[in-house]
């Protein structure tokens, strides 16, 4: 299985973007889908996720700005983001989730980044 992650770039301040996470390889369907995101130094850090079922959560700082959704029939999932703002800037990765039993199966991106220029 294999998440290919898109959508990326340069935006000013203010302005949007949509990422995209496409899975290929994949005969099964993702209990989860979220968007983490990392800037230099830190951690990596939860921004959206959704659980089938239409369970979403949001990290406080991008909640009323972006929007994860998920387009099932083609496994992919997207990061909807409005308003941007500088402290946005990061690498963006995306992460699927299968439940098997008790066992967790975590898929990740590659990685996209996003810069915002104020």
């Known amino acids: 299985v294999q998440l290919q992650a898109s959508g990326g770039g340069l935006v000013q301040a203010g302005g949007s973007l949509r990422l995209a996470c496409a899975a290929s390889?994949?005969?099964?369907?993702?209990?989860?889908w979220a968007w983490y995101r990392q800037e230099p130094g830190k951690q990596r850090e939860l921004v959206a996720s959704?659980?089938?079922?239409?369970?979403?959560s949001y990290a406080d700082s991008v909640k009323g700005r972006f929007i994860i959704s998920i387009n099932s029939v083609k496994k992919t999932a997207y990061l909807q983001m409005n308003s941007l703002k500088p402290e946005d800037t990061a690498v963006y990765y995306c992460?699927?989730?299968?439940?098997?039993?008790?066992?967790?199966?975590?898929?990740w991106g590659q990685g996209t980044l996003v810069t915002v220029s104020s």
């Open positions: 390889g994949s005969i099964f369907d993702f209990n989860a």
């Open positions: 959704t659980i089938f079922g239409g369970s979403t």
């Open positions: 992460n699927a989730r299968r439940l098997v039993g008790t066992r967790v199966e975590d898929y």
